[in-house]
């Protein structure tokens, strides 16, 4: 087995700093006792020279406009479900470590990623677009992963043997074990990994407990660990609380953009695509704005989400700043392998579902549709307009124009050559739309080919089409 450590080390923090390009220096705060203490603060903070362990009081005399957030267990929750949900899209085996960590279970998942190296690029890039940092780790243990992890030390171990000896140089704190286990192994000189192991096993089971024997043979693969995988949502509905109210368009897609990857992996992990999104905008005192996007197919991809997104928003007019965004997909479709994303970016489908849908939002929604043929023999009413999606194309006919004009035009040039013909139709008798003509494909003096008819009542000469 190969596992894979993510420690969120700022996570705290990065629940309200992450929705905002460039937030304002931001500190959380925690109360100890009867103090109120910094336990986490931005780069903006530390440059006016506040840092983690200053009472709060202090940190707000030093920097002007210092935003303080009391510490949210709950909000921190959600977020760590969130990167699992994300973390879905390597593997369906993802652990939770709380209160700020994941494992992953990756050795059956490296081929489809096209090895270690490309997955744990991927997995640093998704983090961070979702505004976090994280220390990983890979190990042949989950609970090693973890230890390496937490103590920043970022290596992909595949052998227990080289695993061994990096634990060994761990600290004795950094296990999950109670603060008087910690300080009783310090005071008999074992304060790291290593020297903890050099101990009689008797001994030490007897003094601090058998859990710590058992958590040093976990860390390093001497037991099996028995782990509980994350549960993903039936469906999803992810909300940012933003560092400020925004108004403008741009920074309320930034907002977005950092939930889009945690789309992706509850897509990936159900093999679907969503065909519809919403983006529910919250106001002070006012009902939020709902900003819909509606795609021609299903899509996973969270870059084609991004572009509708952009267009969406900047023709959206928004009646007060904006404090939390929500993202929920109401409509999510199976995607098979042979109609996903990629296959449809080798044949061009991609891209001209994307055109449709920027135009839908530009001119409207009911200003494009597609067509599909109708039960008529009537040229003119053998089609009708349809939403374009789970239609198949008609098989085409060599003898008919894709091109048909609105209204028949009567012919006042009279030399044209007839190519091939007549197709007679007469058909709409009972419904008084009778109609009794002869059909030709014909060539103009400019070599234009046409589709023209001549009425069989008034023996006139009509052009209904242009062949392309």
Known sequence: MLWLAFHFRALSLEVFSRGAAAPAPLVVVEKQGSRTWVIACNDAAEACGVHVGMAASAAQALADGLVVRRRDPSAERESLAGLAVWAGRFTPSVSLAPPDGLLLEISTCLSLHRGLGKLLKQARSGVTEMGYAATMACAPSSHGAWLLAKAEIEKAIREPARLGSLLAALP????????????????????????????????????????????????????????????????????????????????????????????????????????????????????????????????????????????????????????????????????????????????GEADGDLLLERLRIRLGKDAVHGIESAADHRPERAWRPCQEQNHAAAAANRHRPLWLLPQPLPCHDGRLQLKSGPERIESGWWDGGDV????????????????????????????????A
Request: glycine share 8%; charged share 25%.
């Open 436 to 467: 009794a003509r002869d059909y030709y494909v014909a060539e103009d003096r400019n070599g234009a080919q046409l589709w023209v008819y001549c009425d069989r009542v008034s023996g006139e000469w009509f052009v209904h089409g242009v062949f």
């Open 172 to 347: 004795v704190a950094l296990l999950d074990q109670p603060p008087a286990v910690v300080e009783g192994l310090e005071r008999v000189g074992a304060r790291t990994l290593g020297e903890c192991l050099r101990l009689p096993r008797a001994g030490v089971a007897r003094r601090f407990g058998q859990a710590l024997i058992d958590e040093l043979d976990r860390a390093l693969g001497r037991v099996p660990e028995t782990r509980a995988f994350f549960e993903p949502p039936a469906s999803f509905e992810r909300a940012l609380e933003l560092p400020a109210p925004v108004q403008a368009a741009e920074a309320l897609l930034f907002a977005a953009r950092r939930l889009l990857p945690e789309l992706e992996g509850f897509l990936s992990l159900r093999q679907a695509g969503v065909q519809e999104l919403e983006l529910a905008c919250r106001h002070e005192r006012r009902d939020p704005t709902i900003v819909k996007l509606g795609f021609v197919k299903p899509t996973r991809d969270a870059g084609r989400m991004q572009l509708l997104l952009r267009e969406t928003l900047g023709r959206t007019r928004l009646p007060a700043p904006v404090h939390t965004i929500v993202l929920r997909a109401p409509l999510v479709l199976p995607l098979s392998a042979s109609s996903g994303d990629l296959f449809q970016a080798r044949n």
